[in-house]
């Protein structure tokens, strides 16, 4: 079987930009047992589109086109479709009143753009678009499905995810069985030191270590399920506590489920990190019920009037200490009310270093029931880096505080 | 004039692998003033290879390949192309002997299977390659041009340099320049109703819409920096206040920006967007300077104790209003003592919320020496695009507030 995937704008053809749709279909499929056979990168104007849908209809069992369903004039991937599939674009009033209704609950009324949305391909099932105006749709001609979805990240995944992938299921093959291991708190050459005589030795296994800041995961593959827990058993068991998750875990919703098993409320002071921790506490659904609030203290008089830091102590010890990160942490927790405070100061960058404290030095504290701990780390990397894996180490302190092995 | 990359190699349609060679390729043809119509990868096995140079004898005038003409088995370019232009491969002792040279210059007798790099499309002229064993061919096929080029990048840039180069350079046009327009404030069909007309015409000039969560960048290109100041112009001006930056630009380095312009400073509280506002600003380098600090007041209590809001406020107008949002705005302002207290409450989703209050409603407030506004919003998608909008929105009131536009 033959699957095409065709990416559809300029922008994608420049070497600015990633094409990272066609990377998530491909990692999709992939997990169906479906490989993609040919990826293409076709600009938005000119003769390419409709040649590129005639050419992958003649060529693919499946195609999948990204982009181009837009409101605008350079949307042109219905038209192109219509024209190469030799049908009509048809109106379907449905999808207008569906498009208006979107804007109606903005209180805004409908740009006459958007109108162009409502048509589609005669004989196309419409893929509903939970996140945007333009539907997708589903296109059947002969043995050939020709399947069109929109641009941005995140309407693609979500039409993908609820229209396609269900339709899709039914064609997987049985493919490799694959899982990810996500951890942290080690880097991935003292990670591989652990687990490097575990590298499968034959093709029934592939293992492969994936590094970003503050995270290293395991990609695992194997021809069958017992195979790939025989390899995944062994691998947890040498990374221990360093394993927080699997794949698509994120660190904070594993913090925030923890807390709320544990019936704990949280609250945060952050200096380098800017409100970074916060964010990602609040980026996992229902947080609410164990964060009660983070204060971003970037001037010291902040940390003085809301953290109650000691103003002696700033003067004597420096914002940028191991003293100032114990006595914020302890603040907030006070101040909140909450039964865990984690903060952290430090030097971002790229800016504020000095010998004796350099760009990258993080303080990191966290006040309990049971006293305050905190840890000294200098990370390396660019601001963003830094402040990504300063709130990846604080996440971590009060995971493993709250799986009692820290 | 049509042109096409094709990228062999099956290890390129994973998503580990980066197609360098093809961007390599694209930015030296951009150079040239000719711009790629179409990007394609696709493995050195099975059908795909010699259906895509099939198609791309259709379709482009000029087709480079990069890949597939090693010595082992799964080089299969070779053979893809005699077979896609219905020729013979012919056997080129010159070849054979040069390769042969190769290894003598290393000591070493020439493997076997390198003798299948002395074969050539029946027409071919050769590009030498200096750097490896696998020379290019150059394929003139009726008004179509076919390159074959080695896959190890080294040696594709090596043999597009000294053999394609020249040969192309007849054909190069005068480059296209480039620029970005990047707002905010505007959804791309608002955008799109403003700005249709000026969709250009000709050739010479090129205009994408490219819409991310609270922002819309116009991409735009022509063939003389006159030609694209023109559009641009033309463009900005319809555009007006919404526009807030060129290519790169982020909105809170903007906001920073105008911050310290004006020797003002801010502070945040935050609600629904949990400290993405305090993370934007602070990922800006020296945003120290203009941000003194900033509140996540998740729960009603924080917003109480530390904003100084009204509990009767919450209770009678609830924590997600317009008099909650402004009541945030003031306290924070007062209380970190700064020119302007930028304050945000509503519904992230998934949950949390009614008929009333839908989740995506979201109140921003903004208070200056001047007094308090606030604005409603019903933003819609996914927790996190939410959140982006909310904040992007927020530090948008702020920078019109700057400029004196609003």
């Given at each position: 079987m033959n699957i095409e995937i065709i990416a559809v704008g300029t922008e994608l053809l420049s070497t600015r930009f990633k094409d990272t749709n066609s990377l998530y279909l491909t990692e999709r499929l992939d997990e169906l047992g479906l490989p993609v056979t040919r990826r293409t990168i076709v600009g938005d104007q000119g003769p390419g589109l409709e040649a590129s849908l005639r050419q992958a209809l003649d060529f693919a069992d499946l195609t999948l086109v990204g982009g181009g369903l837009g409101p605008t004039g350079d949307d042109l991937t219905r038209e192109a479709a219509a024209s190469a599939l030799g049908r009509a674009l048809v109106f379907r009033p449905e999808i207008l009143a569906s498009i208006e209704g979107r804007f109606r609950l903005r209180g805004r009324p409908m740009p006459e753009p958007n109108r162009r949305q409502a048509w589609i391909v005669e004989g196309a099932e419409i893929l509903a678009n939970a996140e945007g105006t333009a539907p997708g749709q589903w296109i059947e001609a002969g043995n050939r499905s020709l399947v069109l979805l929109p641009g941005p990240p995140n309407e693609m995944k979500s039409v993908f995810e609820s229209g396609v992938l269900p339709r899709l299921s039914g064609w997987a093959r049985p493919g490799l069985v694959r899982t990810v291991i996500r951890s942290t708190g080690l880097t991935e050459s003292e990670l591989e030191s652990r687990i490097e005589d575990l590298y499968p030795e034959s093709e029934d296994r592939v293992l492969t270590v994936l590094a970003s800041p503050g995270r290293v995961d395991l990609h695992l593959a194997a021809v069958s399920p017992v195979l790939l827990e025989d390899l995944a058993g062994h691998l947890r068991e040498r990374l221990g506590a360093a394993v927080y998750g699997g794949d698509g875990d994120d660190l904070e919703?594993?913090?925030?489920?923890?807390?709320?098993?544990?019936?704990?409320?949280?609250?945060?002071?952050?200096?380098?990190?800017?409100?970074l921790l916060a964010h990602r506490l609040t980026n996992v659904p229902g947080s609410s019920r164990v964060f009660l609030g983070g204060y971003v203290t970037y001037g010291n008089e902040a940390k003085v009037r809301d953290l109650g830091v000691d103003p002696a102590l700033i003067e004597s010890r420096g914002a940028v200490s191991e003293e100032a990160a114990r006595a914020m942490a302890s603040g907030a927790r006070a101040r909140m009310g909450s039964d865990w405070g984690l903060a952290l100061t430090g030097i971002a960058g790229p800016g504020g270093g000095t010998s004796d404290k350099p760009v990258g030095l993080v303080y990191i504290a966290l006040a309990g029931p049971e006293g305050v701990t905190a840890e000294r780390w200098v990370f390396s990397g660019r601001r963003d880096s830094v402040k990504m894996q300063s709130s990846q180490r604080a996440l971590d302190m009060l995971r493993l505080r709250l799986r009692g092995t820290a």
């Amino acid at each position: 079987m033959n699957i095409e995937i065709i990416a559809v704008g300029t922008e994608l053809l420049s070497t600015r930009f990633k094409d990272t749709n066609s990377l998530y279909l491909t990692e999709r499929l992939d997990e169906l047992g479906l490989p993609v056979t040919r990826r293409t990168i076709v600009g938005d104007q000119g003769p390419g589109l409709e040649a590129s849908l005639r050419q992958a209809l003649d060529f693919a069992d499946l195609t999948l086109v990204g982009g181009g369903l837009g409101p605008t004039g350079d949307d042109l991937t219905r038209e192109a479709a219509a024209s190469a599939l030799g049908r009509a674009l048809v109106f379907r009033p449905e999808i207008l009143a569906s498009i208006e209704g979107r804007f109606r609950l903005r209180g805004r009324p409908m740009p006459e753009p958007n109108r162009r949305q409502a048509w589609i391909v005669e004989g196309a099932e419409i893929l509903a678009n939970a996140e945007g105006t333009a539907p997708g749709q589903w296109i059947e001609a002969g043995n050939r499905s020709l399947v069109l979805l929109p641009g941005p990240p995140n309407e693609m995944k979500s039409v993908f995810e609820s229209g396609v992938l269900p339709r899709l299921s039914g064609w997987a093959r049985p493919g490799l069985v694959r899982t990810v291991i996500r951890s942290t708190g080690l880097t991935e050459s003292e990670l591989e030191s652990r687990i490097e005589d575990l590298y499968p030795e034959s093709e029934d296994r592939v293992l492969t270590v994936l590094a970003s800041p503050g995270r290293v995961d395991l990609h695992l593959a194997a021809v069958s399920p017992v195979l790939l827990e025989d390899l995944a058993g062994h691998l947890r068991e040498r990374l221990g506590a360093a394993v927080y998750g699997g794949d698509g875990d994120d660190l904070e919703a594993v913090v925030v489920g923890l807390l709320r098993d544990a019936g704990s409320t949280l609250a945060t002071a952050e200096s380098c990190t800017g409100g970074l921790l916060a964010h990602r506490l609040t980026n996992v659904p229902g947080s609410s019920r164990v964060f009660l609030g983070g204060y971003v203290t970037y001037g010291n008089e902040a940390k003085v009037r809301d953290l109650g830091v000691d103003p002696a102590l700033i003067e004597s010890r420096g914002a940028v200490s191991e003293e100032a990160a114990r006595a914020m942490a302890s603040g907030a927790r006070a101040r909140m009310g909450s039964d865990w405070g984690l903060a952290l100061t430090g030097i971002a960058g790229p800016g504020g270093g000095t010998s004796d404290k350099p760009v990258g030095l993080v303080y990191i504290a966290l006040a309990g029931p049971e006293g305050v701990t905190a840890e000294r780390w200098v990370f390396s990397g660019r601001r963003d880096s830094v402040k990504m894996q300063s709130s990846q180490r604080a996440l971590d302190m009060l995971r493993l505080r709250l799986r009692g092995t820290a």
